[in-house]
């Protein structure tokens, strides 16, 4: 019997003790509270709201190039398992189960939700002194804005969500009106809030704001609001072009003027800026950290051919290369003249620090070229060609050494709209600005018909993902895609 | 006495030299010699023989040899002997009143009755034993003679082909690869189908860490009734393996061991260098492209390299176990000792384990005994580098099957294996030699138990029991290869603690009063489960030849990682169990078992496991006593419930997590966020099953075995529902849904032939299984998933089907011409494109053409054994049958759909590919290959029957009977592994899953099942 006895009160033990033994233990996670109420604790939350609202990686090439580009005149895919998946935006195939799509989509709510966790905190957090309070709830609605500004850009409006907290499964797209009004409103408080300079590359400042502002106003053809915020954007002097256009996205001068606002890239796989694996030709001269994908980003030959000799842009593309085997290959047309629509774009100098794909050159978003030339738009549609019209297209072609146009060339609104059009398509190229100026211009579809695509005029906005209609049956669809 | 007489220098002296003399030279001894042979004439084997002195209370145990003859040489003379002599399915027979003389020889002759008591044979069931005919619930007994062999680094592949409604799958064929065990279908959509192993015990161990020498036999609980005691980790069935323990008598040591040779077993047809060169010159001519190579360029190749050959071997594979057991009245031990060394086929990969086992009882009185089960285990594995990536980052194989044959195996001028710049690929050789990847693990696991019977019937049990696990892995990628060179190096170490604590208390009370027998337990477990781990990585080494042993030597910068993590959860456990027998005729079974997890919220911690089952025996009755014929009939009838625990952990709790970094300048940024929404309703799933079968034996047993019915609903299954991703979540986990499985499994034993000099055995499993699910939430009216790399979702879950069925459009011809393929309304569709079904003649292929073209669970599976033996030779054969299963080939999406054109491929879809000169062809054109492939790849091209019927093993031997004093037997074998397989698949393997999951099946590049000789040597002293 001496030793029945502990074994039964050990039994005994360990049912009194076992409401205890079963409380779950948590070493990796944390308690919400920990972040609510201290600077420290804002900006952590911050830093989840930004780096969902930076695209960078395999997202920059879904959302640049396969939202933007593919689906335009400029630029073309092939090779790679990529090649079907980049195929549905070149021909204008894309659906609801688009998987691009729906990372999108989730992604910018995630950012909308972690803008929305700091501002539901706000008023609580008495221990953060007011004036940081407010600079850090700027930030949070910059963020905010801007990812509602950039779902309305792909999908037109949807369920506007200001809160994290029980949000309603069920919740109803916004109304066109209702989804303008919230970005104009929230970017103009943003902006007044923002200082102009932040310290850290990459963060909210008032010219960001405002230039995200300035382009949807663009987009929303709203031509005064739109030369308003972009003379505004001038006004603070912060701004200019760099001179020389061919290396204003390598690396070294990532600390330029003319970015408004931009994704810092590092070459650090998840970080990186992967254009040039995709973009190096096949046997390229690569360093030997670099890397070839067997997909290729390619310019169509008409794009190509649309810049004058002597344009600086030019530089930035590979049209002829001798390959490691000392065999010269030619990229934009062959020796018989015929387009080979295989031309690269090399904007994005090739970082000789890169590790494999992941490359360190920021990704610009709004750069000042861009509201330079949306004013000069804005103005032209406004009152027709001007002189200072003309001036603002003349600047950024100055910049880049290409001729300079002249008002008595331009008569008419419609040639210098034109113009403007084909100017940004140098511009921007690789930018991801593509679509929303041809759509904005009325050429999408037309083009895109011409091109010999089966595009419909409701292929101007993405379709809602087909999971986010499936989970919530308020959700509409977007016209002409199968509900 | 004894017990010093055990550890006498002598006998360790014995033990050290595995021969000699055992027992101290006694003046008077004498020595007996006994012939044991059955009805039939036949000499027995493995026959327990215990001899006992009446006066001194001496007891001696021997076993008969090959020949059936047991020894004991040297008795003490005084007094009289009885001699007991016991085998399983025989009736025990005790022979008494013998004297001896000193020096003199003593003979006796046993001759064996067969009896039903094949019947009264003990089997281990959770937390006890019961006699087989006792039995309620559905359990498959394995014998340590019935387990499967083969080159076996997991105990799991024991069983293979021996039980009905057992499925065990080899997904992974690379030494120390993966085995996967089904019992009974699947049932969980969205948590674990994995089994519970339970080790003398202890449940949870890995099944890689025994040796399958250690293991006296294997118990597969199928039924919720018999598994329910295991609550709410059975829900997909129970494997219990019970270790060998020692037996009183003199020592036994056994040698058991094997060398094998292993080859690849099916080569896979891709294009020959000629062949690839002509089919690339073809097909860019058909696309209107000059053609890559010219007439002397193609002279100049020749045959070009076969790459298979250069990264296969013929490879060695052996085992070795040395096993001691032995004791006396108050001890007894069993120590095995086990060396398993498996080179791979694939060069540079192997596995090697060390495995020490001791069982040592202790039982100082005859109410008290104390036992420990301790098993320790070192494995080292070399494993294949990244079986499933893709381009630079594919496996060896992968990159065998695709790479360029025109390109020469031998390094270039620089020492560089040799690329094709034009097919983002890595040479095969670079990733063999330039790749490592090293798993260590160590496992140390062991229960400690006393056993205390106060009064009679009454057994108290204290059991403490650990797993503890350690495991490092090392990946190193050097300079050789392409990414290695670009990053300068890639090392990374991965450290794994897993520990896990077991304590629980027991009590039994046996008692029979007249007809009533009564069993009642009862018990309380409690568990602890803690895993943490921690990785560092780092690139651009100073120099490869440091590898992974100095992480410091990378520059810092450029990808430095490092990351940890831990976590734990409890199990809290009542239970209890009656089990009534009442004239051994009528038998139940009930039992509960309580489970209380951490991972629920308070509201839902405990959930009740119940069942119910009941027996009748028949054959017992008196009106069956006519029926000679009939030796044993039996209904039994079960009803349980079990549940599937396997959630993560705070599913219930909301907390944030570290989410992701933003870049601000040129630094990494933390940030935070909220983790989930939780939901604290979530409960088990839970698995209803009932189940109905006949056991029957006629003719003494000489037929036996089972007929049994089942119904399974696993309903509450956690699912990831998909909320709006406007909430800041893609899902929130809730209980939701029903798979149903049901199925019939027949077990059949018959000894055919029962000669003196010839026998025949012959055992069938069979089952039949019909999976469905039965029920979804509205929310999820079909879940789609399983996509990969560039192949989009394929497997379907949705009512009325199979879990994870394949989902894909069927192709029911090929376009002849550009016209026919215009007006089909197929996108993109030309002449040679393959012509997909228009299922809804919307005349047009959207995603709503696809139906339903396969299941990944088997229909019909069964294993057929036939043992002859003719004199001292014995052949032995397992054939398996799998049926009705498919599995989407990656390798066929790569050759019909190429990631790259110009990479070499499976040459049946090259050679016989549509043209316009071949019209009839089976497979599509290959020209605009990314029309038909990408969100099409999933097709009945991709998804193939890969049912098959395979020779597992096929084992000759030959026992040489011995009259040594030593040596008592030996016998040799020689066998053969996978010998044959007869499917209609084209790749290496059809049981193969390399990167489906636990349910789908996806063959991409597994590594290939091989062939294997072994000529193994069994030493009995």
């Given amino acids: 019997m001496k030793i029945t006895i502990p074994i039964i009160f050990a039994a005994l033990l360990t049912c009194s003790a076992c409401t205890k033994f079963l409380k779950e233990d948590i070493y990796t996670e944390y308690d919400p509270a920990q972040f609510a109420n201290s600077v420290d604790g804002f900006e952590k939350v911050l830093n989840s709201a930004y780096a969902e609202l930076q695209i960078r990686g395999y997202d920059h090439r879904n959302d640049v190039y396969c939202f933007g580009e593919f689906c335009t005149d400029v630029m073309l895919q092939t090779g790679g398992g990529f090649e079907a998946q980049a195929k549905e935006f070149i021909t204008f195939t894309w659906n609801p189960t688009n998987g691009f799509l729906n990372t999108a989509w989730s992604k910018a709510y995630r950012a909308i939700r972690n803008s929305n966790v700091l501002l539901d905190n706000k008023d609580a957090a008495t221990a953060i002194p007011p004036a940081k309070l407010n600079a850090l709830v700027a930030e949070a609605r910059f963020i905010r804005a801007t990812a509602y500004a950039y779902l309305y850009n792909l999908f037109g409006p949807v369920p506007l969500i200001t809160t994290a907290k029980n949000v309603d499964p069920g919740a109803f797209r916004a109304t066109d009106e209702e989804m303008s009004t919230f970005i104009i409103d929230e970017l103009k408080a943003a902006a007044g809030a923002l200082p102009v300079q932040q310290s850290l590359r990459g963060k909210a400042t008032r010219g960001a704001a405002l230039g995200v502002l300035c382009k949807f106003y663009l987009n929303k053809k709203m031509w005064q609001a739109c030369a308003d915020v972009a003379e505004e954007i001038r006004a603070l002097k912060a701004y200019s072009l760099f001179d020389d256009v061919s290396r204003l996205f390598a690396v070294e001068n990532e600390n330029n003027s003319e970015y408004i606002f931009a994704f810092p890239c590092i070459a650090q796989s998840g970080y990186g800026n992967i254009t040039m694996a995709h973009t190096f030709p096949p046997a390229y001269p690569i360093l030997p950290n670099w890397i070839i994908f067997g997909a290729q980003f390619r310019l169509y030959t008409s794009f190509v051919d649309s810049f004058e000799p002597a344009d600086e842009r030019l530089k930035m593309i590979l049209r002829e290369y001798t390959n490691t085997s000392g065999v010269t290959i030619r990229m934009n047309r062959n020796a018989a003249g015929a387009a080979l629509n295989n031309a690269r774009s090399f904007k994005y100098v090739p970082d000789p620090a890169g590790q494999s794909d992941a490359m360190g050159n920021d990704i610009p978003y709004i750069r000042y070229a861009d509201i330079l030339l949306a004013l000069a738009e804005s103005l032209n549609e406004l009152n027709g060609p001007t002189q200072p019209a003309i001036d603002l297209v003349n600047e950024v072609r100055a910049r880049a050494s290409a001729s300079l146009i002249t008002l008595a060339g331009y008569g008419s609104r419609e040639a210098l709209r034109d113009f403007i059009l084909a100017e940004r398509a140098r511009e921007f190229v690789g930018e991801g600005k593509r679509r929303e100026d041809l759509i904005r211009m009325g050429q999408f579809i037309s083009g895109a018909q011409a091109r010999g695509m089966n595009a419909k005029p409701w292929h101007v906005l993405y379709p809602i993902p087909q999971r986010e209609i499936e989970a919530n049956k308020n959700l509409e669809q977007n016209e002409g895609y199968v509900q | 006495m004894k017990r010093r007489k055990f550890l006498s220098t002598k006998q360790m002296t014995a033990l050290l030299f595995l021969l000699g003399l055992f027992t101290a030279a006694q003046a008077q001894t004498g020595r007996v010699k006994g012939v044991v042979r059955d009805e039939a004439g036949k000499a027995m084997p493995f026959v327990n023989v215990l001899a006992k002195n009446s006066a001194t209370n001496l007891t001696s145990g021997a076993q008969t040899d090959s020949a059936g003859v047991f020894v004991f040489p040297r008795l003490p003379v005084q007094g009289t002997y009885s001699f007991t002599v016991s085998m399983m399915g025989y009736e025990t027979q005790t022979l008494s009143g013998y004297t001896l003389k000193a020096s003199e020889s003593t003979s006796i002759i046993v001759k064996m009755k067969t009896s039903l008591a094949a019947l009264n044979e003990v089997v281990v069931v959770g937390y006890g034993t019961r006699r087989k005919s006792d039995l309620t619930g559905s359990v498959a007994t394995i014998g340590e003679k019935e387990l499967t062999q083969g080159v076996n680094n997991n105990a799991l592949q024991a069983v293979n082909g021996k039980a009905a409604?057992?499925?065990?799958?080899?997904?992974?064929?690379?030494?120390?690869?993966?085995?996967?065990?089904?019992?009974?279908?699947?049932?969980?959509?969205?948590?674990?189908?994995?089994?519970?192993?339970?080790?003398?015990?202890?449940?949870?161990?890995?099944?890689?860490?025994?040796?399958?020498?250690?293991?006296?036999?294997?118990?597969?609980?199928?039924?919720?009734?018999?598994?329910?005691?295991?609550?709410?980790?059975?829900?997909?069935?129970?494997?219990?393996?019970?270790?060998?323990?020692?037996?009183?008598?003199?020592?036994?040591?056994?040698?058991d061991g094997y060398v094998g040779m292993q080859q690849l077993a099916k080569k896979m047809r891709v294009l020959t260098a000629p062949e690839y060169m002509q089919v690339l010159n073809e097909m860019s001519a058909a696309q209107g492209q000059p053609e890559p190579f010219s007439q002397r360029y193609k002279d100049s190749i020749g045959q070009g390299t076969d790459w298979q050959d250069e990264i296969f071997q013929t490879a060695i594979a052996q085992s070795h176990q040395v096993s001691f057991s032995g004791g006396a009245k108050n001890n007894k031990y069993y120590v095995g000792l086990n060396y398993l060394n498996q080179e791979g086929i694939l060069k540079n990969t192997d596995y090697e384990r060390y495995n020490a086992r001791v069982n040592y009882e202790l039982a100082p009185s005859d109410k008290f005994d104390v036992s420990l089960a301790l098993n320790l285990s070192r494995s080292v594995n070399n494993q294949p580098f990244n079986e499933t990536g893709i381009n630079?980052?594919?496996?060896?194989?992968?990159?065998?099957?695709?790479?360029?044959?025109?390109?020469?195996?031998?390094?270039?001028?620089?020492?560089?294996?040799?690329?094709?710049?034009?097919?983002?690929?890595?040479?095969?050789?670079?990733?063999?030699?330039?790749?490592?990847?090293?798993?260590?693990?160590?496992?140390?696991?062991?229960?400690?138990?006393?056993?205390?019977?106060?009064?009679?019937?009454?057994?108290?049990?204290?059991?403490?029991?650990?797993?503890?696990?350690?495991?490092?892995?090392?990946?190193?990628?050097?300079?050789?290869?392409?990414?290695?060179?670009?990053?300068?190096?890639?090392?990374?170490?991965?450290?794994?603690?897993?520990?896990?604590?077991?304590?629980?208390?027991?009590?039994?009370?046996?008692?029979?009063?007249?007809?009533?027998?009564f069993s009642l337990l009862a018990g309380t477990t409690a568990e602890r489960f803690d895993a943490s781990s921690a990785t560092a990585a780092s690139r651009m080494f100073l120099s490869d030849i440091t590898y992974t042993h100095l992480l410091q030597s990378g520059d810092g910068i450029s990808g430095d990682n490092v990351s940890s993590g831990r976590n734990s959860n409890k199990l809290h456990s009542y239970l209890a169990r009656l089990n009534y027998e009442f004239r051994d005729k009528y038998l139940l079974t009930a039992s509960f078992r309580s489970d209380g997890t951490s991972r629920f919220s308070d509201q839902h911690k405990y959930a009740l496991f119940p069942s119910v089952a009941v027996g009748w025996n028949i054959h017992k009755e008196p009106f069956m006593q006519r029926a000679a014929a009939v030796s044993n009939l039996k209904l039994r009838l079960g009803y349980g419930q079990i549940g599937n625990q396997a959630i993560g952990n705070f599913a219930t709790l909301q907390t944030y997590e570290a989410g992701g970094r933003a870049v601000f300048g040129d630094n990494l940024y933390q940030g935070v966020q909220p983790a989930r929404l939780p939901n604290a309703n979530l409960r088990w799933e839970t698995t209803e099953e009932y189940n109905a079968g006949i056991d029957f034996g006629f003719l003494q047993e000489r037929i036996s075995g089972s007929l049994e019915f089942y119904v399974k609903n696993s309903k509450d299954q956690l699912f990831s529902k998909p909320v709006p991703a406007f909430t800041g979540f893609p899902s929130q986990v809730v209980n939701f849904g029903n798979v149903r499985n049901k199925g019939i499994d027949f077990q059949l034993n018959s000894r055919n032939i029962t000669g003196r000099n010839f026998s025949w055995e012959s055992s069938v499993s069979f089952s039949y299984l019909h999976n469905e699910v039965t029920q979804l939430p509205d929310f999820i009216p079909q879940l789609l998933t399983g996509g990969f790399s560039f192949v989009p979702n394929f497997a379907l879950v949705q009512t009325g089907y199979p879990v994870y069925s394949y989902y894909g459009y069927e192709v029911d011809g090929i376009f002849q011409t550009d016209q026919e393929a215009a007006t089909s309304g197929q996108p993109g569709a030309k002449a040679g494109s393959p012509r997909f079904k228009d299922q809804n003649g919307s005349k047009t292929i959207t995603p709503d053409d696809r139906v339903v073209l396969g299941s990944s669970l088997p229909k019909y599976t069964w294993g057929f054994t036939n043992t002859f033996t003719w004199k001292n030779f014995s052949l032995n054969a397992l054939v398996l049958g799998v049926h009705g299963m498919h599995a989407l080939d990656a390798n066929v999406i790569e050759s019909i759909y190429p990631i790259n054109f110009q990479r070499n491929h499976m040459a049946e879809y090259y050679l016989d590919r549509w043209t316009p000169q071949n019209p009839n062809a089976r497979y599509p054109s290959g020209i605009n290959a990314s029309t038909y492939g990408g969100q099409y790849s999933v097709n009945s091209y991709t998804v193939e029957d890969v049912s098959f019927v395979r020779l597992k093993t096929l084992t000759l031997g030959y026992t040489l009977p011995l009259e040594s004093r030593t040596l008592k037997s030996i016998s040799a074998y020689l066998a053969a592994d996978n010998l044959f397989t007869i499917t209609g698949y084209n790749g290496y393997d059809p049981d193969a899953n390399s990167r489906g999951g636990q349910i789908a099946r996806v063959a991409q590049n597994s590594y290939p099942l091989s062939k294997v000789y072994r000529l193994g040597l069994k030493l009995n002293f």
């Fill in chain 2, 392 to 517: 630079e980052n594919a496996g060896a194989i992968n990159t065998a099957l695709n790479f360029d044959p025109t390109i020469s195996a031998l390094p270039d001028e620089n020492g560089r294996y040799r690329q094709n710049p034009l097919i983002a690929l890595e040479n095969p050789l670079a990733i063999i030699y330039g790749v490592t990847r090293k798993a260590v693990i160590n496992n140390t696991y062991g229960m400690l138990t006393a056993n205390y019977r106060p009064v009679s019937g009454l057994t108290l049990t204290a059991r403490v029991g650990a797993d503890l696990m350690n495991s490092r892995s090392d990946y190193y990628n050097s300079r050789m290869t392409q990414l290695g060179q670009s990053a300068g190096g890639i090392g990374s170490i991965t450290h794994n603690d897993d520990t896990h604590w077991l304590m629980e208390y027991l009590a039994r009370y046996d008692r029979r009063i007249k007809g009533h027998n």
């Fill in chain 2, 165 to 255: 409604g057992v499925y065990v799958s080899q997904s992974s064929s690379a030494p120390g690869g993966g085995v996967n065990i089904r019992v009974r279908g699947a049932g969980s959509i969205n948590s674990s189908n994995a089994v519970l192993v339970v080790v003398d015990g202890l449940p949870g161990v890995a099944p890689a860490s025994i040796s399958q020498d250690d293991i006296a036999s294997i118990q597969v609980l199928k039924d919720a009734s018999a598994a329910a005691i295991y609550g709410s980790r059975a829900a997909n069935g129970v494997v219990l393996i019970t270790t060998k323990r020692g037996v009183s008598g003199q020592m036994n040591i056994t040698y």
